[in-house]
């Protein structure tokens, strides 16, 4: 019986950042709270398969949302920011991999090298840029709800929304340049991959 293979990977491309989303969740939303109690109690074995679950469907889904979002923004051309030719737009669809050249020892190395050094950080970094963005949105709504419950005053309303808009300001300095990166290296390996 063969074992089945772990792939780090994917827990590194999507359950770390569904984990952002449901502890931040939890952090903004009172009610998501019960979730993280419920590893306290006599259940706590189930509860922690459930949250693992979760945070991996909750990934998933992010990943889904990257390919909708940040995948368009390729053909924007933001070397002028950076000063990267990978901030360049990156022209034409995704290649896809040629896997009758994959037969090699060689190539299937190569394709396994380029997969754990870029395609990994790139979702990684576009699935986290994402829980952020989810965060700020969830918080934003959470700050308006109270508002107009009369929960806060309208100057701490204003300073929650601005507080949030800069946290992801900072996130998409951070992350998008990085995972605009990772993404053209990928596309660049899997090209060299499928020309050889």
């Known amino acids: 019986m063969s074992d ?4 780090f990977d994917n827990l590194l491309a999507y359950a770390i950042p569904g984990l952002v989303v449901i502890v931040g969740a939890a952090w903004l939303n009172p009610t998501w709270k019960d979730w993280f109690t419920a590893l306290h109690s006599d259940h706590a074995a189930s509860a922690l398969v459930g949250i693992a679950v979760f945070t991996l ?3 998933m889904l992010l990943g889904c949302v990257r ?3 940040l995948h368009p923004s390729y053909k924007l051309d933001l070397r002028w920011a950076y000063g990267s030719a990978a901030l360049g737009p990156i022209s034409g669809d995704w290649e896809p991999i040629n896997y009758g050249k994959l037969v090699d020892e060689g190539h299937l190395g190569a394709l396994r090298e380029a997969k754990v050094n870029e395609r ?3 979702q990684f ?3 986290t840029l994402m829980a952020a963005l989810v965060l700020v949105i969830t918080r934003i709504v959470l700050l308006c709800r109270f508002a107009i419950r009369h929960q806060i005053s309208r100057s ?3 300073a929650g929304i601005l507080t949030a808009t800069l946290a992801l300001a900072i996130a998409v300095v951070i992350l998008y340049p990085s995972y605009r990166t990772k993404y053209y290296r990928y ?3 899997v090209e060299a991959i ?3």
């Open 67 to 69: 390919s909708a979002v």
């Open 187 to 189: 596309k660049q390996a």
């Open 125 to 127: 970094f576009g699935n």
């Open 4 to 7: 089945l293979p772990l792939d």
């Open 120 to 122: 990994t950080p790139y």
């Open 57 to 59: 469907v909750i990934g």
């Open 194 to 196: 499928n020309a050889a």
């Open 156 to 158: 701490n309303l204003i």
